[in-house]
Each structure stands twice: as C-alpha cells, then as structure tokens.
C-alpha cells in the first residue's frame, strides 16, 4: 500500500512508519486514524515498550494533505486528527523520531510529544501555519516558548521559514543531528537501549516529566483545536490552499 502507516515490530521496539512516499508523507484522514490506533495499540501492549516515529523515502512527513484542508476539513473532536493527537499527546511509553528531510506542519509539531530525537543533516523542518492562513496545532503554542523562549518560537511560528537540523538541535527541538545515511539505524539503536530498560521505572520517569504539563497540553490541544478548524474555513486559507495546489504564490493583499 502506498498510503498507510506501517507498523513493524522489531524486538520491543514498534516502528511506526509513515508511508504515502508520492506526497511526501502527507497526512490525510485515513492516515490520522491508522496512527491514533497505533499509536494507542503501542500504548496498550506489554510486548511494547517504545516507540519508533520514521518517515519514508527520504522524507518524514510534508504535514497535513493540503488537498484534504482544501477539501475535506477537519472539524470537531471526533475527527481522526484529534485523536491522534490527544493519544499522542497522553502516550506513556518512551518515543523515539527518526527524521530525514522534510518534517512539516504536524511532521514538526509530533516531535514534540516524542522523548528522543534524531534528524539528519538533509532534514528541513517548518511550521507554516500563519503562511497557510491557520495557526498552531498539537500544543506547539504552548510547548514551543516554553523549549525555546518566545523570540524562537516566534520566529519559527511567525516568520515561518523552513529550519535545518543546526537550528533545530541549537532551538532545542532535537537531540541530534546525525549524517543522513545514520539516522534510521541510530534511531533504531537509541529505542532499543530505552526498551531494554525497566520497563515500570521508564513509565514512572516519562509520567513525572510530563505529568506537571499534562493537563494543560490536552488543553491547549483543544483551544487550538476550536481556532484551527473554524480557520481553515476562511478566506485566507482558502487562498493559501488553492495556491499551494495551483502551484502559484498566494495573494494576501485583499485580506484585512
Ligand atoms: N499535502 C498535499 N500534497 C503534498 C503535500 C501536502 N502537505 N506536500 C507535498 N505534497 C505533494 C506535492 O504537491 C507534490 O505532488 P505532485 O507530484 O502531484 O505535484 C508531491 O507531494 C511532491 O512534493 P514536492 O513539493 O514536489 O516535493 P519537494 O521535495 O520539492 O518539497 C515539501 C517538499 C514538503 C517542502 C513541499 O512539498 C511542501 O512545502 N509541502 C507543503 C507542506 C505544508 O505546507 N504542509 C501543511 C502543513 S500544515
């Protein structure tokens, strides 16, 4: 299948691919869905115990399909979007991200809520939501400041110009930056020495570092949540849409 999330165990490490190559690994309905049932299976499971986040082909996730904001918008709590989300955000188990070349949008905002991140030198991240005429997503408006400061976050959110791994290792985004052609197999060997740990005490330490947060990260998810769909509806970000698909440049300057 060309369009799916893949799923391998490899030992206690589930790998958890993105997998639609031809888009860049963008993300659509379909794809939200499979990833919050993976994710809560990986959660559920004993013979789990961490997580894998890769992408494929070079690329670890182009964000949100552009063509579904256009049409076919998510809305509501319900949506697969927003579980994925709060089951990522709430899950108890160790996660690693491997991330070669683009990370877009939610392909930057889901390291966040992972534990250990590696990206290779190649690896280009974005948060272009105020370009696309929307907002943050996934907490980042509140995790973000709270890793790097404002004027970072800021910048990333507000500039919203495409990052290389340098910055993102100095903006405290990432771990690592590795050589491309060492990322999945040192990612791979990061999960493994975290899995190979007590399991009870490596859930305990992940919900202390998260526990004094975790209350506010669903909130913030579902404040966001309640600006973003509305806005994906408006006229700026139909223009943004369109012209992405069109291949033009968008044209902001009727917009007040
Ligand atoms: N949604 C839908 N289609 C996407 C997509 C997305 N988020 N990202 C890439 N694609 C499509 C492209 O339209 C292109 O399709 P085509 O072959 O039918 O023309 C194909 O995937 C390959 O993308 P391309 O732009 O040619 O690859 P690239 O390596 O030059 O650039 C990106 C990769 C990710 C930098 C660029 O595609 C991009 O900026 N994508 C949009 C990212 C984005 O804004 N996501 C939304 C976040 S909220």
Not at 28 to 50: E, F, H, I
Not at 128 to 137: A, K, S
Not at 200 to 222: F, N, P, Y
Request: aromatic fraction near 8%; hydrophobic fraction near 45%; charged fraction near 20%.
């Amino acid at each position: 299948m060309t369009d799916s999330i893949q799923i391998t165990d490899r030992g206690a490490v589930r790998e958890i691919r993105i997998h639609r190559p031809e888009k860049k690994n963008a993300l659509n309905t379909a794809m939200y869905s499979q990833l919050a049932d993976a994710v809560a299976q990986a959660g559920a499971a004993d013979s789990v115990r961490c997580a894998l986040f890769a992408g494929s082909q070079g690329a670890f996730s182009s964000g949100n399909d552009i063509q579904d904001f256009l049409n076919n918008p998510a809305s509501g709590e319900d949506h697969p979007v927003a579980q994925f989300m709060r089951v990522m955000a709430d899950f108890p188990k160790p996660a690693v991200a491997g991330v070669l070349g683009p990370a877009v949008g939610i392909g930057s905002t889901l390291l966040l809520h992972c534990d250990l991140i590696y990206a290779g030198q190649g690896a280009r991240f974005m948060l272009p939501f105020v370009n696309l005429g929307i907002c943050p997503e996934f907490a980042s408006s509140l995790l973000l400041p709270r890793m790097m400061g404002h004027p970072r976050a800021a910048e990333l959110t507000m500039l919203a110009e495409p990052f290389d791994a340098a910055k993102a290792y100095e903006y405290g985004l990432i771990n690592a930056v590795l050589d491309d052609s060492a990322v999945e197999e040192s990612a791979f060997a990061i999960a493994e020495k975290l899995a190979a740990k007590p399991p009870r005490a490596m859930r305990t330490t992940k919900d202390l570092l998260k526990r004094w947060t975790k209350a506010q990260v669903q909130e913030a998810i579902r404040e966001e949540a309640a600006l973003f769909m509305p806005m994906l509806h408006e006229p700026e970000a139909r223009e943004a849409f369109s012209a992405f698909v069109e291949k033009r440049k968008p044209d902001f300057s009727q917009f007040v």
